[in-house]
Each structure stands twice: as structure tokens, then as C-alpha cells.
């Protein structure tokens, strides 16, 4: 058969969902395109591992065409999607147009920072690989501003540093973040008074790991007081000018570094496909995750609205969207058969957060963890999920180092 | 005795040159500040590596208060250096004031584009990790838009690759960028020809690598045709626009990449200083590397103008830089002694150069190599100078690695 007459589809977005979907295809008799803005797949539970110098970006990072090497019915194109025509059914990309007979898009997530526009300027985030270079950078300068500092109150200010928002990835920021400082910075900074430092952990709500059971809540509240973490419960950001954090009590807070993990909404492109969006401008979408109206589209990931048994919408999560992607590719397979499409379930696998160097909390095969037995469970489990065997190794051989030695490797400023 | 008393030595820059001297001062009563724009240490002579994505930064860089940790009469200062006053003996630094009581400046050298300012715009080069990054980053965007390209003679240009100078550093980028083309990215790019592929290396003199003995420069100039690099002697280049080189022939070459090798001169910083310069901006010092009528003051590295016994300026190599630094110190003590500083003598250690992933050039103990053999030597010799163990097992492994899979591991666009 004329490789030229097979179906075409094009796949946009090469994370999770993406990438899982056109791995399933790789027998199908498809003609696959899959679009990405860059030339990697990015791991990224483990973003926050670069923000505070523990990892380098190849090492949670795969280029695409590496990964599909061996996959015929695929090329991959490097290129930002502007819009979607989704009657005359082409993608724009960089100026030139691709015609799919079906697509997929799995667009995935973007930081929300609820309109505050300030906000968005001076904070931090941990959404791509240049966000998090940027956060190390910053850390590691504001340690060197604050070791030539005379006046107290401004190292104090330098010293501070705040994350907001009690999920994972707050959590696990800033309990590796307290951990390079107590391990780490007091041997690089021997004339420094650590005790001026402060890590604090804002949460608008009354719990850190609200989406986990009560008795992990409490143990990652006090294994982050362990690390020293301050935790503020019910507090609401309402402005950061880059030195001044306003909760909405009134109370302020200086600091020169604040890392916002406290909202993710789908990719800006939802917005721009005139279709139904639902809380946090994700794309609504049948029970089949197809497109309504269009059949010919799956929508998967993080920019889907899906709403499951409980009646809560699917969180933005690595595992929703790989489930996601199986079931758009089953019910792919049925409309070629010229099957009738199902609805997809989504089932929990559990939850796992590390929060520093040898503790995490774990709710995994219906059972709760937490300490170093969970932290084994997630090392094992992160490992083994980074793609490329090399990889795995040298995350082994870093972080076999970092627990031998209270050690990170790559505390370079480099300029941006 | 009060440390505050001790004699302090302030060294601008932490290269080689300055990093050697202040390890050989850790034991003596002075008080030192080392300072630096980085902080980090880089492994220059491996910068090729990253621009051709065999290594990432944090492979070849190494944080200098790490380096120090247990060296306590030493104080780190990231800053710039922006003037001296040898007069009233201090150094600024981002607006505040060092003051010295002796002084080793080992500030190293730059890209020189002879005031070719096109050239220099549109020039990729080797000199920090950034401008590094930067060629990365550069290469394997070409290949993307290529991918893309249908117009033959566009397609063409965007794969033409120029490397400018014969010397180790064009000769190593040269050989590395035509291995991973052949190598690696024919399997990244399935379905493009890349016989449209040229890597070129252009020299303005007769031969590659002048300053070796005649039969390396022959093997050479073989091996590196063997890996189907195209060699032009006696190309002197005159203009590059960003989109054609011109040479002094009238010839011209249509490439989107230029790598610039073909000049090194003294940091800027020498130019503020008001002392003697001689070539490539070079500071004029004394055959006891101290600075004229400022006996207090060393000048070592690629910012020192030193005529060897030959008549010949010494080169700006890593090994100039570190017996420098140890003549440098020599004589400090001589000072603090009270006795009369003794002149520099260079001990010529031998030549080095890889071309490719399995050859190199070799002169060393009096032999002369080729081959294998002279890429085991030079393995060896790079992996053990790497500062860090663990950096030197992990870019062992990566080598180990690329040896048996002919594979890169960082091919990530990432943007700047």
C-alpha cells in the first residue's frame, strides 16, 4: 500500500500524552506527525531537581527523534501550532500549513497566575527547562549577593525565599531547596550566618497535599518542619512586587525569590481554538475524549477538561495523560474499524511526592508510606520512568552521590 | 597572629592560572581573595565538546567555592573587575573597592576578531559556556529548519558548516561536528541526504596545525579528511554576513555557520589598565612575570606577554598558565621572604589535539603520536585534569557511551 494514502495524523505535543500516543501507533498503518515547540521530550516531575542544582537538563530531557529512531510511520516536526482549522482540518505551524485527516492534541499545561500581572513578572516558575535554569540561577546568585551584603535586614531579605502553593511540586521544592541550604550552601558559604535563612512554604488552603490522605498531610507537614521548612497554612498571595510578598491579611513578607507552583491552567494555544473551555481554559471534551463536533480529534492531557466519576475534573498529571492517550488510541483503532468509540475511566495509580533527600510520602497499591521507604519507592519508580538507559544511569550515579555525600553538582550561574 | 594582619593577595580570575596559584598559597600566612565573574572554574580546552553536544556544561565546570571549601585562608568574590589602581593598590569590582597588598592577575583572553565587526556579529565561538551553548544550540537548529527546507541551494547553505582556523581548537570542532553528522544525526534525520552535508575548515596559513612538527600536521590533515572534512589552506577570510563568507581569493561560500577559532587576545580588562601591551593586547611583564615598576603585582596566562627563549611570545594553553602560576608563587614567597624573585623558564610538556571520536595528534615525552593511540592519551590525560571525581566518572561514561553507540546525549534546543 502507497505509504502516501494512509491516514494521516497529527499528533501536537511531544510530552506525556503525545509521546505515549504515537508510541501505541508505531504498528498501525498511520501516517504520523507529531509537533513539538522543542526538540525534547521533557521529564518533568523532576523540573524542580534543576531549580535547586541537583540535575542538569539532559538529564531529565530526551531529544524526540532520538526516542523515535525506529519508528517508520513518524517525523517529527520542530515548530510552534498558531491555530487549528478544524473543519478544513489543517494545523498552522511556523507559517506553513499540515492537513491531518485526525488529530491529537495533548498541548499540555502552562503556569496560572490568576491575572496578577506582577505577579507573573518577578516570580519564578517550574513549567520548562528555561523557567527552571533561570530559578538556579537566581538561588545561586542571590547566595553570593547576600555574602558581600553588610546590612542585616537586607541579607535577611536576600535570605528569604518563598514558595507558594502546598502540592507536590511546592513541597518537594521546598524541601529539596531547605536541604541544599542546610547540606550544601553552609560548606560553600563558610563566613555566612545560615540561621538568617528561611524557607517558606505558603498555602492558601488549611493543608499542604490537600488531593492526599489526611494521615500523608500530616506527615509531610512534619517532615517539611524537620527540614526546617516554614509552613504557612491560609495564605493567600495577593501581590509580589519582586521584593514584597502581600498575603491577603495584610501581613508582608520580604523577599527577593518567590517560586509560584500554586496554579496551572492548559497551554495558551486552547485559547486560541474557539472551542469550549472549561476551569483552568481547558478543552472540553466527550466521554470518548474526542473533540464534540469533531470525532476526528482527541483531546488528551492536561488541556483536557475530563470529568470523572466523582464529578471533579482529572488533575494535570503525568498519569492522566498517558491514560488518556492509551484509551484516544484505542478508540483511534475502533474508528478505523469503523467501531463505535468508548468512554474513558481513568484509574488512580496512587500518589508519590519526595520531599528532600530521603523522605517522600507515597499512597501506592492502596497502601500509605512515608520517610525513606516511600523516597525508595519514588527513586525507584522516577528512574525507571526516565527515558534513555544512560540517563537513568547518571540520575543513579548523581543521586547516589548527592545521598553519600550531601553533595550537588551543578551550582553554575550561567547568563541567559 | 591575627589573620587580619597577614599580607593580602587578591587574584583576579579563576582559570587555570589563578586557580593554581591560589591552591599552591593554601598553606603560606597570606589572606586571599580570589575573584572571579564566574563561579565556576571551566575546563576550556573541552568547550568544543559542548558546542558539538558530547557534554553539558556542568561536566566541564566546577563551582569554585566548592573547589575552596576546605582552604581557609581563601575568600571567594564573584564579580567584574572593572579597573585597578596599581598606584594605590586596589581592584574594583561592581562598584565597591579591594584593596591589595599583592596582586596576581590572571584575567586569560578572549575571542579576537582583528575588528572584523560582521565577523564577529555573526560569528558563533568558543570561549565561555554561554557562547557554547549558543553554537549547541545554533547546530541543531539548523538541522530542524533544513529538515524543512524543499529550495535545494537553501537547503545547501543551511548545511554547510565553517569552522574557521587550523589550529587545535577549529581542528578538534571540525572533526567532532563532521562525527556527529555522520554519525549521529543520519539517524535523527532519516529521510534527509546529508551527502549535501559540508563541514569545512578554513586556514589562513599553509598548514593545519602550525605549530606542530611537520608529520602530525600530515596525519592531521589525513585524518581529518578521512572523517570527510574539507580542508582550505590559505584561506584568508575577509567578510561574513551572517549568510556568505568572502575571502581574500575573492571566493565565497554561502553557510548560516561560522565557528571563529581563528584568534585569541588578552580580556578586556587589560586594555583599562594603562600598562605596556604588546600582541593580542598582551600585558608587557618582567622574565619574573611581575608587572613593570610594580613589583608587588604578577601577571600570568593568556594576559601575559612573555617572550620565551626562542624569541617567540609563549601561547595562550592551559599549561603556560599553570607553570606560570607556579613560578608566580614561587616568587611571592621569595618576596615575603625577603629574597630576590628568580625569571620564568617555560618546560614545553607536549601537544595534544583530538580529531574525532577515535583519532587524535599527539606529541608528548619527545614522541610523536597518531591515531588511537594519541586519543587514548588524550582521553586519559582530559578525564584525569577534569576537577571532581564524580565529574570525571560521569564524563568517562558518557565517553565510554558515545565510543560504543556512536550516540550524543545532549542534542536539547534551549532557548537563550
Known sequence: MNPQKLPHLVIVGAGFGGLKAAQKLAKLPVRITLIDRQNYHLFQPLLYQIAIAGLVPSQIAYPVRTIFRRQKNLTFQMGEVSAIDFD???????GSVIAYDYLILAVGGQTNFFGMQ????????????????????H????????????????RRALLTFVVVGGGPTGVETAGALAELITHVMV????????????????????????????????????????KNVEIMLNAKLTD????????????RIQTRTLIWTAGVRA????????????ASSRVVTEPTLQL?????????????????????????????????????????????KGEKPEAFHYKDPGLLATIG????????WGLSFSGFIAWVIWVALHIYRLIGFRNRLVVLINWAWDYLFYETQVRLITKE
Request: hydrophobic share 40%; net charge neutral; proline share 5%.
Open 88 to 94: 478544513a482540518r489543517y494545523v498552522k505551524m511556523d
Open 118 to 137: 506582577a505577579l507573573e513578572h518577578n516570580a519564578f516558575q517550574l513549567k520548562n527547562v528555561e523557567s527552571a535554569v533561570a530559578t538556579r540561577n
Open 139 to 154: 538561588l545561586l546568585e542571590i547566595f553570593e549577593q547576600a555574602s558581600r551584603e553588610a546590612d542585616e535586614s537586607k
Open 187 to 226: 560548606k560553600d558559604y563558610p563566613h555566612m550566618d545560615l540561621k538568617e535563612v528561611r524557607v517558606l512554604l505558603l498555602e492558601a488552603g488549611p493543608y499542604v497535599m490537600p488531593s492526599y490522605p489526611d494521615g500523608l498531610r500530616k506527615s509531610t507537614f512534619n517532615l517539611l518542619r524537620k
Open 240 to 251: 509580589y512586587n519582586g521584593e514584597q510578598v502581600t498575603l491577603s491579611n495584610g501581613m
Open 267 to 278: 497551554a495558551e494555544l486552547a485559547d486560541q481554538l474557539r472551542v469550549g473551555q472549561a
Open 292 to 336: 464534540p463536533n469533531h470525532p476526528e480529534v482527541f483531546v488528551i492531557g492536561d488541556a483536557a477538561y475530563f470529568v470523572n466519576g466523582n464529578g471533579e475534573p482529572l488533575p494535570m498529571l503525568a498519569t492522566v495523560a498517558q491514560q488518556q492517550a492509551d484509551a484516544a488510541v484505542r478508540n483511534l483503532k475502533k474508528i478505523l
Open 357 to 364: 533527600r530521603n523522605a517522600a510520602v507515597a499512597r501506592i
